[in-house]
T-cell receptor, first 117, second 114 residues
Framework: GAVVSQHPSWVICKSGTSVKIECRSL??????MFWYRQFPKQSLMLMAT?????????EQGVEKDKFLINHASLTLSTLTVTSAHPEDSSFYIC?????????????FGEGSRLTVL | SQKIEQNSEALNIQEGKTATLTCNYT??????LQWYRQDPGRGPVFLLL?????KEKRKERLKVTFDTTLKQSLFHITASQPADSATYLC?????????????FGTGTRLKVLA
């Protein structure tokens, strides 16, 4: 099946620094990837839709200057949390759809746990 | 307002029994509804998809039903095993989304007791 790899799995950073999280589709091309944020015992909150070769579409209430998304190729999207603060600490997950397969299921990365000190 | 609701209380059942999880939605007209499994600290894994014109879908010990009149989907695991213990999320794709965007419920934590 389709595999989505996310890196790093966990990261600890100081307040004010920026952190980049990568999401790769390993064996398929993903023109669209999605970024989510998940708090403990809560659901996935869609942050933005990442489109290859164009600007990301952000959900209401998500700061686009805070969470920079770049989808530079058909297999890679990155999320950069800029000037991180402790309240940005969360579990970030990406997903992608295998367009070529024609299926509608989403394939998720393993998630990245960010802790901002 | 639009909502997707799953029972937030954990569901504990005895091994071998059938687990039934509920997903209710309001003010959506979904084209598809999906169920995912999520283990702690991991990303969700796709289980089943059901379309709005389908009533039931099965895969091995899993069964999903979809009632667009009741605006409800039921997810069943028969002959449950301790390895089925996880959080199960339902997700729907509204007709109006125009994209592949899915909205997720809060999930129900299932614990199968040996």
């Amino acid at each position: 099946g389709a595999v989505v790899s996310q890196h790093p799995s966990w990261v600890i950073c100081k307040s004010g620094t920026s952190v980049k999280i990568e999401c790769r589709s390993l064996d398929f091309q993903a023109t669209t990837m999605f970024w989510y944020r998940q708090f403990p015992k809560q659901s996935l909150m869609l942050m933005a839709t990442s489109n290859e070769g164009s600007k990301a579409t952000y959900e209401q209430g998500v700061e686009k200057d805070k969470f920079l998304i770049n989808h530079a190729s058909l297999t890679l999207s990155t999320l950069t949390v800029t000037s991180a603060h402790p309240e940005d600490s969360s579990f970030y997950i990406c997903s992608a759809r295998d367009r070529a397969s024609g299926g509608w299921e989403l394939f998720f990365g393993e998630g990245s746990r960010l802790t901002v000190l | 307002s639009q909502k997707i609701e799953q029972n937030s209380e954990a569901l504990n059942i005895q091994e071998g029994k059938t687990a039934t999880l509920t997903c209710n939605y309001t003010n959506y007209s979904p084209a598809y509804l999906q169920w995912y499994r999520q283990d702690p600290g991991r990303g969700p894994v796709f289980l089943l998809l059901i379309r709005e014109n389908e009533k039931e879908k099965r895969k091995e010990r899993l069964k999903v039903t979809f009632d667009t009149t009741l605006k409800q989907s039921l997810f069943h695991i028969t002959a449950s095993q301790p390895a089925d213990s996880a959080t199960y999320l339902c997700a729907l794709r509204p007709f109006t989304s125009g994209t592949y965007k899915y909205i997720f419920g809060t999930g129900t934590r299932l614990k199968v007791l040996a």
